[in-house]
């Protein structure tokens, strides 16, 4: 990063995160050392670029894969305009995984004299190791780069090399040049280089990205060619920090506060989230039905299969980011006479939803999604908050949605969606520890009583914030307006039996952690309006905008959906 802002002039020139974690020092040199006092709190900086923070920060969505996309339409913009002004994109090789990255790869090539330069930060991982043939080729190049490094004649000519840039830059530079040309040269008699090359690609490296000196002549000399050029990084995720560097499960991917000496979290509260829950009861699934099997995109540990995987690492399926492929893939796993179980964070299924619309859905394969970090995520901000899958979700005919409230009800749904074999299921659950278990006081078809007190006349229905459900009808009791409250488990189709139940109250309250416009209320209150009930419905969820970061209380407030400001309401 400092090689970057060395060599090209940002913000004229655009530097580009993929995904955006690694920008960290990219915004120390671009004066916001003092904001990381409030890193990824309300109000404070972004965990990840920010347009709203610095000029300097291009894109700030924050999901893998897309830089290359964005990269060559700001440098073809610039070039369609006259401008003379590079663009510079940074991407994992993790991020290669991504079908959008090979789309943007086979397309930037093709211009002429594109003043774009890709740097490939290669330390094989994503959030766990990189998976796939692109992985295999990368990791060849990179031990042949060990090799060449670790020879101490090699190492003594680097080093009078560098010394000559520095006294010599006329002389040194182009020398460094030709010493890169050399190893590529042996490079290639010992392995068939048809990966960058063969796309159109000028390729330098592979270099060690820990040398900030060879980065920055790499990046000098692809900032002379014309054409679109990849600079291959070698690095080491958690370099220069032993706790995260001997980090396997990826602990230290997304980190809270932790013990600066050893690196362990400072937060471990003891208690149970709804993913570990998850992980539990998926091996135990397993061990009864040998039809299921597991997908992940990348992050086998952040959703729970790590467990399944130690103990049917054949049943585990790791994609890499590539979360269309990863859908069709289930399709056709399913097609083939198993059960998948594709688990993702809420936030990158939006990334497949015509993959679940017409491979899964119109073809009524039996898929499973488990959908982490749904509703109000937190600390990462606007693209990570899963609010927008139930009403994407909803248009899929015949998907079956189950929002469990507690530990039995996961585990029940759970063994209910992996049975269904006509079409798509979706778990789906929140970050944080799991509540305590909310039993059902009566049951009807279609739905389970969680409060029935005498003389209600208002019915509060719980998509997903079932505590907070309950403690409406407690403010609403107290204050003489007494509310039962139900959890239809099932939320999608709506069933003929929560509408049933609804339309025998006055006013019928559904609450959910999404987007309330398309969601669940709403389609409770289309249901109902058909059945001619007369029941007035009240909805609340998100709004459908952009929410900032902040913890999940605090943004779930700034939405109105606290126990007070809705009772206030009702």
């Known amino acids: 990063t400092m090689a970057l802002h060395r060599v090209f002039d940002s913000p004229r020139d655009a530097i580009v995160f993929d995904t955006g974690h690694q920008c960290y020092v990219h915004k120390i040199l671009t004066g916001r050392q003092a904001g990381f006092a409030k890193l990824r709190q309300q109000g404070g900086l972004s965990g990840y670029p920010s347009r709203a923070e610095s000029e300097h920060d291009w894109v700030e969505n924050s999901h893998a894969s897309t830089s290359l996309s964005w990269a060559y339409g700001l440098a073809r913009g ?14 994992g090789d993790g991020a290669l995984t ?7 790869l086979n397309n930037l090539a093709t211009v002429e004299d594109l003043k774009l330069v890709v740097v490939v930060n290669d330390n094989g991982r994503s959030y766990t190791p990189t998976v796939g043939g692109l992985a295999t080729q990368l990791t060849i190049l990179g031990r042949q ?10 190492e003594r000519f680097l080093k009078w090399v560098k010394g000559l840039v520095k006294r010599t830059p006329l002389v040194g530079e182009p020398l460094y040049g030709l010493l890169h040309g050399f190893k590529a040269g042996v490079r290639d008699v010992l392995v068939p280089r048809a990966l960058f090359p063969d796309l159109g690609l000028k390729y330098i490296g592979p270099i060690d990205g820990h040398d900030e000196q060879a980065v920055e002549l790499a990046l000098k000399q692809a900032k002379r060619f014309s054409g679109a050029v990849l600079i291959h990084c070698i690095t080491e995720k958690g370099r220069g920090y032993k706790a995260a560097e001997d980090d396997e499960l990826e602990h230290f991917h997304a980190v809270g506060r932790f013990d600066e000496a050893s690196g362990e979290p400072l937060e471990l509260n003891g208690k149970r989230s709804f993913g570990d829950v998850f992980a539990e009861e998926l091996v135990e699934i397993g061990r009864r039905d040998g ?11 952040p959703v729970g299969l790590g467990p399944f995987a130690m103990e049917f690492p054949e049943r585990v399926i790791d994609v890499g980011i590539a979360e269309q492929h990863l859908v069709t893939a289930a399709a056709g796993l399913s097609a083939a006479g198993l059960h998948p179980v594709a688990a993702v964070y809420s936030t990158f299924l939006n990334r497949a939803f015509d993959q679940v619309l017409l491979d899964v859905g119109l073809h009524r394969q039996g898929v499973t999604f488990v959908l982490d970090r749904a509703g109000v995520t937190g600390p990462d901000g606007a693209s990570h908050h899963g609010m927008w899958d139930v009403p994407t979700l909803g248009l899929v005919p015949g998907l079956r949605l189950a929002a469990p409230r507690d530990e039995p009800t996961l585990r029940r749904v759970l063994r209910e969606a992996v049975a269904v074999s006509d079409g798509p299921t979706v778990v789906r659950y929140p970050k944080g520890a799991i509540p305590a278990d909310i039993p059902a006081v009566a049951a009807t078809e279609g739905a389970e009583l969680l409060e029935n007190p005498e003389g209600a006349r208002i019915l509060v229905v719980a998509y997903g914030l079932h505590g907070l459900a309950l403690e409406v009808a407690r403010i609403l009791g107290q204050r003489g307006a007494p509310a039962a409250v139900a959890d239809p488990v099932w939320a999608l189709p709506v069933s003929a039996g929560i509408v049933d139940l609804a339309s025998r109250f006055e006013r019928v309250v559904t609450i959910e952690d999404n987007v309330a416009d398309g969601g669940l209320g709403e389609r409770l209150a289309a249901a109902l309006q058909a059945a001619g009930a007369s029941a007035e419905v009240q909805r609340f969820g998100l709004p459908d905008e952009f929410l900032p970061q902040g913890s999940r209380a605090q943004v779930l407030a700034a939405a109105g959906l606290t126990a007070a400001a809705i009772a206030e309401r009702i």
Not at 78 to 91: E, I, M
Not at 98 to 104: K, P
């Open 78 to 91: 610039f070039q369609l305009r006259g401008q003379d002004r590079h663009v510079v994109a940074v991407v």
């Open 98 to 104: 991504g079908g959008m990255s090979w789309e943007a």
């Open 145 to 154: 780069l060990t090799a060449i490094r670790t020879d101490r004649r090699y």
């Open 291 to 301: 039809k299921v099997v597991a997908l992940t995109a990348a992050m086998e540990y």
